[in-house]
């Protein structure tokens, strides 16, 4: 394994604040790796700060920071899963509740869209500087409530209202409503460089 010489994202959000700038060429890099994720049939099930190793950090050019997404300990792809090629079943009890899909907490279901949801709490907790999600809540069984009945997570200070919308959208309560990791990337790309999709009528 490469080593990391600054630690993880979790790790230098606890030292040094990140303007918004760096984190979205961060969370571009992120969702790349999980484009390539979702074409094989792979889901990660444990998106965090944590889990996202920093490379190189660069507070002046955001293009030249560098990130690596690791720890795929409890990613659904091996013999003990069915292929998720579209929506997988397990029953295996190490979930990351505080940034799990409604409807992995509700049902076990995942697929790339709940993997998305977990990039949208990814992403508030890089602008919350390494906050852990639902710190009010003292149980995950009050989180498992509060997010299978549709809460959300509140919009951290330091997030744009262009980024917030792009991460309101990873927590859609509908699998269906939410992005996926291309379309998420779309919405991340800056204005200069989306491409206008051609709407289907």
């Keep these: 394994m490469d080593f990391s010489p600054e630690g993880s994202l979790y790790e230098v959000l606890q030292h040094i604040g990140l303007n918004e700038n760096i984190l979205q060429a961060m969370f571009l890099q992120i969702t790349d790796a999980m484009i390539f994720l979702a074409h094989n049939g792979i889901i990660h099930g444990d998106l965090a700060c944590r889990n996202v190793l920093v490379f190189r950090l660069d507070k002046q050019e955001p293009h030249k920071n560098i990130v690596k997404l690791t720890d795929f300990g409890i990613s659904r792809h091996s013999k003990l899963y069915a292929p998720t090629n579209s929506v997988a079943r397990t029953t295996i009890n190490i979930v990351p509740t505080r940034y799990a899909a409604p409807e992995v907490l509700a049902n076990e279901q995942y697929s790339e869209k709940s993997d998305v949801y977990s990039m949208g709490v990814l992403m508030w907790e890089a602008y919350s500087k390494g906050k852990i999600p639902w710190s009010q809540s003292n149980s995950d069984n009050e ?18 209202t262009q980024m917030w919308s ?4 990873c927590f859609i309560l509908s699998v269906e409503g939410r992005p996926t990791f291309t379309n998420l990337k779309q919405s991340l790309l800056p204005v200069p460089y989306q491409m206008k999709i051609p709407t289907v009528r």
Excluded: A
């Design 166 to 169: 792009v991460i309101e959208s």
């Design 143 to 160: 989180v498992k409530r509060q997010v299978t009945q549709g809460e959300k997570l509140q919009k951290p200070n330091t997030c744009s």
